[in-house]
């Protein structure tokens, strides 16, 4: 297994724990995803979205697309613990949160923000300026978790985008400014 990007080194509590080496069993690195990954990957964004994960082919040409905007959580067991992925448009400085997951029993441990925070320094890094993203509204977690770090809803109506994403499939929409 590679270690190439490392990033940051995590302990299993999602504790800072250096630099160093290449991602050992109890550890988890944060790096960029590599082509590798992406059955991994798959596997991974399969048990945490189950009927909404994005298709094999969706995935893989994401990856092809935006790949510099693509950090996982290698457990360095050959298991990735989560993952987050940034999509920016093509002339503009917009970037949008394309997905966002830690493994069920990894969360609360602070692995979610770190991937948030390390993806919106990368963006913010290569001059994007405003981020946004589409969230359940009754995903509680995930809605703390970004207003915490600054995220608002678009108006109108508090962000509120009703049949979204079809038939019933609200979304709120929300927006962080980088600049
Ligand atoms: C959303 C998600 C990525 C958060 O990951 P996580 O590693 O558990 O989050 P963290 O431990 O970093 O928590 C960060 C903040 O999120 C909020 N939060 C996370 N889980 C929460 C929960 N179960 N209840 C309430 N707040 C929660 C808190 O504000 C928390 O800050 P705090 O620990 O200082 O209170 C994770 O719950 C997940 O993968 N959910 C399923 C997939 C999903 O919904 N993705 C988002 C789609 S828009």
């Known amino acids: 297994m590679t270690a190439e990007p490392l990033e940051r ?21 944060l790096r960029g995803a590599l082509e590798s990954d992406l059955p ?4 991974l964004d399969e048990e945490v979205f189950q009927e909404v994960a994005y298709p094999a082919f969706l995935l893989r040409q994401l ?7 693509f950090l996982v959580l290698d457990d360095g067991a050959g298991g990735l ?10 002339f503009g400085r917009d970037s949008w949160i394309l997905g966002l997951c830690v493994t069920e029993g990894d969360r609360r441990h602070g692995l979610g923000r770190e ?21 359940e509204p009754a995903n509680r977690a995930a809605i703390l ?6 995220f608002t809803p678009e108006e109108p109506d508090g962000g509120l985008r009703r049949d979204y ?11 962080l400014e980088l600049c």
Do not use: K, N
């Open 165 to 175: 994403f079809g038939p019933g499939e609200h979304r709120q929409v929300l927006r």
């Open 145 to 150: 978790l970004y207003r915490s770090l600054g």
């Open 9 to 29: 080194t995590l302990d299993r509590h999602g504790r800072l724990a250096g630099p160093e080496g290449f991602p050992e069993p109890g550890r988890l690195v």
């Open 63 to 69: 990856y092809d697309v935006y790949a510099q905007h």
């Open 40 to 43: 991994e990957l798959r596997r």
């Open 115 to 135: 991937l948030m925070t390390e993806i919106l320094a990368r963006l913010r890094q290569d001059g994007i300026d405003t981020v946004r993203l589409t969230v």
């Open 81 to 90: 613990r989560g993952y987050v992925l940034a999509a920016t448009t093509a």
